[in-house]
């Protein structure tokens, strides 16, 4: 790691969080950000992270620098793109981040049609389509299970551990917002509707704002990380287990084929080895 020392970056770091805390702006702090860490990595700075964690400072702290590295690197990255090859597991989870996405707008563009009616019999269908909606955002729970259960552990053997565990904090939290989306509009018709509309637009910008930046964390922070320290071997035993949890009813079928090809590769190898005595 070239430039500045590591120490130095860590004291630095640990002084923007000091002034996030004190309540400065994301915005005021990113350019001095964009100094200590313009030549590191996603890899590297997960390790920095690590070290300002194991010195005391708390998770919900480093989400908060988490939220910098976002306002300095999002143009940036969203000019890039994940690399990973056609069989890798991590591209199951791309695809089930982008068809995320998609439901992400659809319910602000649905939340926005309920919010310009007077009426909530002229805004049924749109009330009906909601619920479906609610019902598949919450259908994401094997796609947190498999991260969870499978590529955070797998992170955490290389010693990427903090990451991780912000990004299941980051689940938990998402897990309560859309079991309130879902509860809202299941008890929409014994609200005012006026009350109901305030609500659904207040959980509805919640979500999107908090699972848009959760997705480009991983996409742009975590999933490169995975892809440069977890091995071909590594690679297959995890999407075996990704098939034992199972995956999401918007999982797209080809993404799941592909990346069967990991383990066929393994498995040749493994045939091409020759026995001892043989």
């Known amino acids: 790691m070239g430039g500045i020392p590591v120490e130095e970056r860590k004291h630095a770091l640990k002084e923007i969080l000091r002034q996030l805390h004190e309540g400065v ?23 920095i ?35 990973a090859k056609p069989e890798n597991p991590v591209n199951i989870l791309l695809e ?8 992400l707008e659809k319910l602000a563009t649905l939340t926005e ?19 479906s909606l609610a019902a598949e955002l919450l259908d994401a729970e094997k796609h947190y299970l498999r991260e969870e259960n499978v590529l955070f552990p797998a992170l955490e053997k290389h010693g990427i551990t903090e990451p991780p565990a912000i990004m299941w904090m980051e689940h938990d939290k998402l897990r309560e917002s859309k079991k309130l989306l879902k509860n809202l509009l ?13 609500k659904l637009t207040e959980v509805a910008n919640a979500i999107r ?5 959760h997705l480009f964390k991983e996409n742009n922070i ?35 084929k592909e990346t069967a090809a990991v383990l066929e590769k393994i498995e040749a190898k493994k045939a091409s080895v020759p026995i001892e005595g043989t």
């Open 209 to 213: 704002n908090s699972l848009s930046s």
């Open 222 to 256: 975590l999933f490169p990380t995975a892809l440069r320290v977890v091995t071909e071997q590594e690679w297959a035993e995890i999407r075996r287990e990704f098939d034992e949890i199972g995956y999401c009813s918007f999982t797209p079928e080809k993404a799941i």
């Open 186 to 198: 299941e008890n929409h018709d014994k609200m005012d509707f006026q009350a109901f509309k305030n």
């Open 25 to 47: 702006s994301p915005e005021e702090v990113k350019e001095k950000f964009r100094q200590i860490i313009e030549d590191v990595g996603p890899e590297e700075i997960a390790r």
């Open 96 to 103: 089930e981040h982008n068809a995320l996405q998609q439901r």
């Open 49 to 83: 992270e690590q070290e300002i964690i194991n010195e005391g400072v708390s998770r919900e702290e480093i989400q908060k620098l988490c939220e910098v590295h976002l306002a300095v690197f999002r143009e940036q990255l969203q000019r890039q793109k994940v690399e």
């Open 113 to 131: 049609k309920i919010k310009q009616a007077d009426d909530p019999e002229a805004v049924k269908e749109e009330i009906f389509q909601l619920k």
